[in-house]
């Protein structure tokens, strides 16, 4: 980071302004954590200036690389280097409250009402479009990991195991963390 | 014990789910539709549905659902479900939680380390697999009917081609696709 992006950079605000600021950014996006970077980035970066370009940038890719909901890794991390642990908890809470009340609310009344036959009918041609909407995920994420010769292999594994033979998931990220770790420290480095 | 059946696997996910809202769906599905039954593959697609054209995080929107609907079906009693919900959104915050200020506090000079670096030569391809897998396990005979239904079958069929080139190639907005989805189910289905 410059020095002069540094200066630009404001100090601690107010639990109050970092609540508010995540809850608005967890009630306008639509599309999950990787539609709410460009409205962090907006408000965050240009408007707030609680965090450099630079720094924001280096945000993004530790928190695609940590397990959870990613836009929650976000606003842990940024509100903890602002109001240590309480601010943390406000920009959690933040970004996860709208979307808990929304969804508790259709949940009370959505399941009166799935057997409607009109909502049946609706969500039965809602279903198939859902499926391509995680195939296309899939794809892009599929182009970006840059898979090779060498690792192809590993995707179709892992589908394999999960889809067809019911392996838990949570058993081949394991696996894969340790392989990945094995191979990075004890083969690749004398090929 | 429901609730600290929910607390524990939803607290799973959130330590495990690598690859975002889209990587989870398989752990999601893996733990809520197959090991505990709490709710059925049609229903687990109706709440990706409904989480993709209402605002927040997927994961978020998934395990407040899941909480609900899984203690409700149980107990039929709202506040329980309310607070199945609780659960399940707080178990899966919480790894990522302190996960995020751990490493704000102590180790973000050791992520570009080669340690941290060769686990994820391993984990990157893993969760494409792991996003195949969902994608699998969700073209299903409650999501898409069965050839002997070649009326809802081809629709189904059609719709899942039309919104996979239409979101990927021709640029449509997927809440849109949706949209368009749902209108075509009301008319045809």
């Known amino acids: 980071m410059s020095s002069e992006e540094k200066a630009a950079i404001k100090p601690a605000s107010s639990m109050l302004v970092l609540f508010a600021t995540f809850f608005r950014i967890g009630l306008f996006t639509i599309g999950g954590g990787y539609a709410m970077i460009p409205l962090i980035e907006a408000e965050i970066v240009n408007k707030h200036k609680w965090i450099g370009k630079t720094e924001f940038l280096d945000l993004i890719a530790i928190a695609q690389s940590c397990p959870g909901v990613f836009a929650i890794n976000i606003s842990t991390f940024i509100g903890y280097k602002k109001r240590h642990t309480a601010g943390a908890l406000c920009c959690a809470l933040g970004t996860a409250l709208p979307s808990f009340f929304i969804i508790l609310l259709i949940a009370m009344f959505f399941h009166n009402f799935q057997d409607v036959p ?6 039965a041609g809602i279903r198939p479009a859902v499926v391509a909407l995680i195939a296309v995920p899939t794809w892009n994420m599929a182009v970006r990991a840059k898979i090779t010769f060498i690792n192809c292999w590993i995707p179709f594994i892992t589908a394999i195991l999960i889809w067809a033979l019911g392996v838990n998931p949570i058993y081949i990220i394991l696996a894969a963390g340790i392989g990945g770790f094995l191979y990075g420290q004890f083969i690749k480095p004398t090929e | ?119 994820f030569l391993g984990l990157r391809p893993a969760v494409v697999g792991l996003l195949a897998a969902a994608t699998l396990l969700l073209a299903n005979k409650e999501n898409f009917s069965t050839p002997d239904n070649p009326w809802q079958f081809y629709i189904s069929i059609f719709l899942f081609a039309a919104t996979f080139v239409g979101t990927k190639w021709v640029g449509i907005n997927p809440i849109r696709m949706i949209v368009y989805a749902a209108f075509a189910g009301l008319v045809l289905l």
């Open chain 1, 118 to 123: 009109w909502v049946a009918s609706v969500f």
């Open chain 2, 1 to 119: 014990m429901i609730f600290l059946s929910l607390f524990y696997t939803f607290f799973l996910i959130g330590l495990f789910g690598f690859g975002g809202g889209y990587g989870m769906i398989s752990l999601i599905q893996a733990q809520v539709v197959y090991e505990h039954h709490w709710m059925t593959s049609a229903e687990f697609t109706n709440i990706i549905a409904i989480s993709q054209i209402t605002p927040g995080p997927i994961g978020i929107n998934t395990a407040t659902y899941c909480g609900y609907t899984a203690v409700y079906n149980l107990t039929g009693d709202t506040w329980l479900a309310i607070l199945g919900s609780c659960t399940a959104t707080f178990a899966l915050m919480f790894p990522c939680f302190v996960l995020m200020i751990v490493i704000s506090k102590l180790f973000m000079k050791y992520m570009n380390t080669s340690l941290v670096q060769s686990i």
